[in-house]
């Protein structure tokens, strides 16, 4: 499965289109390894997909979703909560951006990404 995930990396970031969208078959096969697990994934395929999504398709309440599923398997990794938070931002919502970016500070508290979104939520909504 990780053999996949890396495969679908590889294609995604290639520049190429028609390879990018190949990425997607290798993120959803990696995946299906872990269907009905209850509490575990392949992080690196939920976050390829989910990168996808965001880069490719646009659409980021599906990517949230998947990020959201992530952050429950990997609570304390902070490169999912940080997109996690990014996707928010995109989606319009500030408080669930601050909300995510505190659960950062609270395990990495001088993160430059989340002192970012905090001075950004405190400019839009004062």
């Not at 994934?41 to 992530?70: R, S, V, W």
């Not at 429950?72 to 931002?89: D, R």
Request: charge should be negative; hydrophobic fraction near 40%.
């Amino acid at each position: 499965e990780d053999g996949l995930a890396l495969k679908g990396w590889i294609d995604m970031t290639s520049g190429r289109e028609a390879q990018a969208r190949k990425s997607l078959k290798y993120f959803d096969e990696a995946l299906k390894a872990y269907e009905g697990a209850a509490g575990t994934t392949n992080i690196e395929a939920l976050f390829g997909k989910a990168t996808y999504l965001q880069k490719h398709k646009k659409d980021y309440a599906a990517a949230l979703e998947l990020l959201n599923e992530g952050v429950v398997c990997a609570s304390g990794f902070v490169p999912a909560l940080l997109m996690k938070a990014e996707t928010q931002l995109r989606l319009g919502d500030w408080d669930g951006a601050l909300e995510t970016g505190l659960q950062v500070s609270d395990i990495e508290a001088q993160c430059l990404q989340v002192i970012q979104t905090q001075v950004l939520h405190t400019l839009v909504r004062t």
